[in-house]
């Protein structure tokens, strides 16, 4: 009679044993599961050379500084450096034309101040799409800035047209979608889900 039961006790911590093992690793990948969720949906906040691949970025750092000479802002400056017969004139078309984009922001959520150019209206005036850009007047004074600093923004709701003086905060969904404008071209696009007003700190 005592073997039966030492034999059932045996076996029945062996079962407990083998549940446990699988209740915690279930548990174990519900957790890492839910990290993953977790840093899907977390919302990146990015500085405008964040959207630059390193090789883009180490060759606007690299730039020589433009000149201001001529009494016509910064775009005589830059247009006559342009123009000139220097190994810069190489390096600075490259900058400005560079549609390179980092492939690890495509589909993430992201937060990134910037200002607006209005593309396209809704019937009550309201700016539906625009050009998010890293400074006012950009697409207006010519160069724009290179296609990989500028970001197409969709979905937009409630921005008025005399709005557009501001810095806004722009979050939603990068993708590494382009478009053309006559304005200017984008090598980013974002569908928006909150824009809010940017407040200097």
Known sequence: MLKPLLIGLFLSLVAFESFADTSETAAESATESAKGAAAASAVQTLEW?????????AKMEALPEVSHEGGEGAASGLKQQMTNDDPSSQAWNEVLQSANVRGELNGKKVRIPGFVVPIEYDDAQNISSFFLVPYFGACIHVPPPPPNQIIFVTNAKGLKADMIYNPFWIEG??????????????AYSLKVDTISEYVYE
């Open 173 to 186: 969904t990068l993708t590494t979608d382009t478009m053309s404008h006559d304005l200017a071209n984008s």
């Open 49 to 57: 050379t964040d959207l630059l691949p390193p090789e883009d970025l």
